[in-house]
């Protein structure tokens, strides 16, 4: 059985959540719409005390007639400002004018049995019909500002309360996607350092493309240990197989040396001999390069006078660049700095940074070295004349057997292992 089925598939969840989120908006929006009554606050606010009002005034007119009803009318309409109405069957009692648009408003309410409103030059409007076929009307004091915002029968409140639900959704679905893609990514940059033992495991659940995605990964990354881990096997293998031809070869040479009588056969030997040093010096690089990539048995640390190391260093390779016609000469601060490290590997990691920058720079020049201290961090600047390297190729010469464009010649370049391991004893 495919395990994308069609409905756990993570196009599919995006689409039904979202065209689900979508149509359920605007059916709310539809039915906002529809059943949004703008004075549906008024109506709550005010109906009760209208209506007791217009009671009171029906009884005074009932008990005390037309000349009673108009001055506690005249009263009223000097209180509030606007003129207060009270219709019978259509006609309006008091001695007050009767306006159209208030005989129209009366109309409605008497007619439909319910409070009806009306926003009119004259203020805003409220019309209250009784069983007697009475209908009230007066003015009302329109809502604050702040209670239309928080009015729950208005369209704003409704429509926030919708953004609101429909963000949280929104919310645990995004935190549902981004928690997976989140733990793929831990998982990668863990590779990216390293940790090649980095797997995304059971952290990423369910059955659909992310969850493919983590397995694709553990997969690959365990395809990759096992590639480094069988290069890494090969490496020592073949530095441990070789070592002991070489002894031999070396052995042989001095025989071969000590029983030579003439001197024909010394320019040959001295090759071999050359050669066959060669070969060790690789070895033991690729030896190197091998225990600091595996990380297996951990390198001694110990305190070292880092200003004495580098001194000497600075004074072997100027004794080999006098040969040359070049100089080397080492401009420190610090006379007694002391810092914690690997010191052999160290001192092997500054020598080839060194004497390649004396083996290329320009003739009649001099290869200039460095040391600074500053607060937690030990700069070492070494710089020379040569012909540098390409932007494009700076990140690629810490990798090992690359070498430049420029340094392929086997004479001019070394086997490219030399920059890889100092690169490595630095991150230490």
């Known amino acids: 059985?495919?395990?994308?089925?069609?409905?756990?598939?993570?196009?599919?969840?995006?689409?039904?959540?979202?065209?689900?989120?979508?149509?359920?908006?605007?059916?709310?929006?539809?039915?906002?719409?529809?059943?949004?009554?703008?004075?549906?606050?008024?109506?709550?606010?005010?109906?009760?005390?209208?209506?007791?009002?217009?009671?009171?005034?029906?009884?005074?007119?009932?008990?005390?007639?037309?000349?009673?009803?108009?001055?506690?009318?005249?009263?009223?309409?000097?209180?509030?400002?606007?003129p207060v109405y009270l219709v019978e069957r259509h006609h309006p009692?008091?001695?007050?004018?009767?306006?159209?648009?208030?005989?129209?408003?009366?109309?409605?309410?008497?007619?439909?049995?319910?409070?009806?409103?009306?926003?009119?030059?004259?203020?805003?409007?409220?019309?209250?019909?009784?069983?007697?076929?009475?209908?009230?009307?007066?003015?009302?004091?329109?809502?604050?500002?702040?209670?239309?915002?928080?009015?729950?029968?208005?369209?704003?409140?409704?429509?926030?309360?919708?953004?609101?639900?429909?963000?949280?959704?929104?919310?645990?679905?995004?935190?549902?996607?981004?928690?997976?893609?989140?733990?793929?990514?831990?998982?990668?940059?863990?590779?990216?350092?390293?940790?090649?033992?980095?797997?995304v495991g059971d952290a990423v659940h369910g059955s659909d493309e992310i969850a493919t995605l983590g397995q694709d990964f553990d997969r690959m990354a365990e395809r990759i240990e096992q590639l480094v881990a069988s290069q890494r096997t090969l490496l020592r293998d073949i530095s441990h197989e070789l070592r002991s031809p070489l002894t031999r070869l070396a052995i042989a040479l001095e025989l071969a040396r000590q029983n030579d009588d003439g001197e024909q056969n010394a320019p040959h030997l001295n090759r071999i001999g050359q050669e066959a040093e060669r070969l060790n010096n690789l070895i033991g690089q690729l030896t190197t390069l091998n225990l600091l990539e595996s990380g297996s048995n951990p390198l001694e640390c110990t305190l070292f006078n880092l200003s004495e190391r580098l001194t000497n260093i600075v004074a072997d390779a100027n004794f080999e660049a006098?040969?040359?016609?070049?100089?080397?000469?080492?401009?420190?601060?610090?006379?007694?700095?002391?810092?914690?490290?690997?010191?052999?590997?160290?001192?092997?990691?500054?020598?080839?940074?060194?004497?390649?920058?004396?083996?290329?720079?320009?003739?009649?020049?001099?290869?200039?070295?460095?040391?600074?201290?500053?607060?937690d961090v030990i700069e070492l600047c070494i710089r020379d004349h040569g012909p540098g390297v390409d932007e494009g190729q700076l990140k690629k010469i810490f990798l090992p057997f690359y070498r430049a464009e420029s340094a392929r010649d086997r004479l001019s370049g070394g086997s490219g292992v030399g920059l890889a391991i100092a690169e490595r004893a630095i991150r230490l």
């Not at 149509?23 to 719409?33: C, D, E, H, K, Q």
């Not at 009475?134 to 369209?155: A, G, M, N």
Request: include cysteine; glycine fraction near 6%; proline fraction near 5%.
């Open 322 to 375: 006098q040969n040359r016609q070049r100089r080397c000469v080492l401009n420190s601060e610090e006379s007694n700095l002391t810092i914690h490290g690997a010191e052999e590997l160290l001192h092997q990691a500054f020598e080839n940074v060194v004497r390649n920058a004396v083996r290329h720079t320009a003739i009649d020049t001099t290869v200039e070295v460095a040391l600074r201290h500053r607060d």
């Open 93 to 199: 009692l008091g001695p007050l004018p009767f306006p159209g648009w208030a005989r129209t408003l009366a109309r409605q309410s008497h007619t439909s049995g319910r409070m009806q409103f009306a926003d009119t030059p004259y203020g805003f409007w409220a019309a209250i019909p009784y069983e007697e076929d009475f209908v009230y009307l007066r003015t009302l004091k329109p809502p604050h500002p702040l209670e239309r915002i928080f009015d729950p029968y208005s369209l704003g409140p409704r429509l926030t309360l919708t953004f609101l639900i429909t963000g949280v959704v929104c919310f645990f679905l995004a935190r549902s996607l981004t928690a997976s893609l989140a733990q793929v990514s831990r998982a990668t940059r863990e590779l990216a350092a390293g940790h090649l033992d980095t797997r």
């Open 1 to 82: 059985m495919n395990r994308l089925k069609l409905r756990r598939t993570l196009f599919l969840r995006i689409f039904i959540v979202f065209w689900l989120a979508l149509t359920l908006i605007g059916a709310v929006g539809i039915i906002l719409a529809l059943t949004t009554d703008p004075g549906a606050s008024g109506r709550k606010r005010h109906e009760e005390k209208v209506r007791q009002e217009g009671r009171e005034l029906i009884a005074l007119y009932q008990k005390q007639g037309d000349e009673a009803l108009g001055t506690r009318l005249e009263e009223l309409e000097e209180k509030s400002g606007f």
